[in-house]
């Protein structure tokens, strides 16, 4: 099944509460998607999206997904969509690095095999695991009261799982986490994220502060080294996000002991592919894992949910859902949240059908 086109549509993606924040100052109101379709000469269409969290998170934006699908897209062209293996090697060959720009092209394929094999995603992906999954939310960066005061209507919403976004002043995360904390039931989890806002000596007193709080303590500092050292510092769950995008970090962080669990995001591997491969090391390893991704709509969504209902109950962590975050809603068949769970759909594919009329016009085409 060949490739014959590929087309990008660009789709803002307003959040519902207005903004999300978090350290340094960051702040995005409206999310720029890039929602990736191939279609084969098979006559199947597959879709993907990718959606960095603003150029200021990691080093991807948005822009750049269009620009690296422009570069990289010719040399797909004739490649079999259902080769995902041959595919993500011809990738690598054609661009060097740049994993976010081959994301939504993956998934695209993910989507196709799927629907040229007639099962769901997550079933190629290793096979779906109970009815449904645990989702958490993250609470934007505010004043300690107000993020203290967000939780129960989150948890009204199902949520059990509370990911506080830190990594500001370090006095004032302390009275975020104590806040927060003291409105935790039994059964609730609270991750501490940071997002690589603190300096290691802010970090140590923090983690100092609240040695006597279950908390779990997410991505401290900007460098792997750092986050091992806080890690070496303090007998909290230690979580890392920003520095895992291989392997090989897993398997260094592995052999330190750096972490307990691990945020997978799908565009930073450069798709479900090689995400995938990093589950399945985890899975091996014992490290617990969050799946989600950068950010995205309802096709990111959809992946995620693939994603996260084909890893095994012992190795999961929990996953997002990031179309409940926002107003546009870009594709039926989208899951949705239920009760704080959610679970993938049981449709070929990523079982979604994007909604032309908002997608519009493609920014895009490579044939």
């Known amino acids: 099944m060949k490739i014959r086109r590929i087309a990008a549509y660009r789709v803002e993606l307003p959040l519902r509460e207005g903004s999300y924040k978090w350290s340094g100052g960051k702040a995005v109101t409206v999310f720029d998607s890039t929602i990736v379709r191939i279609d084969t000469d098979g006559d199947l269409t597959g879709w993907g999206e990718v959606c960095p969290l603003g150029p200021f998170y990691l080093p991807a934006y948005a822009n750049g997904v269009r620009a690296g699908i422009a570069e990289l897209g010719p040399h797909l062209i004739g490649e079999n969509a259902l080769e995902l293996g041959k595919l993500n090697h011809r990738m690598d060959a054609a661009l060097k690095g740049h994993a976010y720009v081959k994301s939504g ?25 109970g009815d449904d999954f645990a989702l958490y939310r993250a609470i934007s960066q505010e004043s300690p009261e107000a993020m203290a005061g967000r939780v129960g209507g989150y948890r009204r919403e199902g949520y059990r799982r509370f990911q506080l976004k830190v990594g500001g002043d370090p006095d004032v995360d302390i009275e975020r986490i104590r806040a927060v904390a003291a409105q935790l039931q039994p059964g609730d989890r609270l991750v501490a994220d940071a997002n690589t806002g603190w300096r290691m000596h802010d970090a140590l007193r923090v983690v100092r502060a609240v040695r006597d709080i279950d908390v779990y303590i997410e991505q401290p500092c900007l460098s792997y080294e750092e986050c091992l050292t806080v890690r070496r510092h303090t007998d909290h769950p230690f979580v890392l996000d920003e520095v895992i995008d291989a392997v090989d970090v897993l398997l260094r962080g592995h052999a330190d002991r750096a972490m307990d669990v691990v ?62 975050y926002v107003t546009v809603s870009t594709a039926d068949g989208t899951p949705q949240r239920t009760n704080g769970r959610m679970a993938a759909s049981t449709l070929p594919g990523l079982g979604i059908t994007p909604k032309m009329e908002v997608l519009g016009k493609p920014v895009l085409v490579i044939e």
């Open 263 to 324: 945020n997978i995001k799908i565009s930073k591997f450069g798709g479900l592919t090689k995400a995938r491969q990093a589950r399945d090391l985890c899975a091996c390893l014992g490290v617990a894992m969050t799946l989600e991704d950068s950010w995205g709509g309802d096709i990111v969504t959809a992946a995620i949910a693939h994603f996260a209902h084909s890893c095994s109950p012992e190795a999961f962590f929990s996953a997002t859902d990031f179309n409940s």
């Open 105 to 129: 092209i993956d998934m695209a394929c993910w989507d196709l095999l799927g629907k040229a094999a007639g099962l769901p995603a997550c079933v190629l992906m290793g096979g779906r695991f």
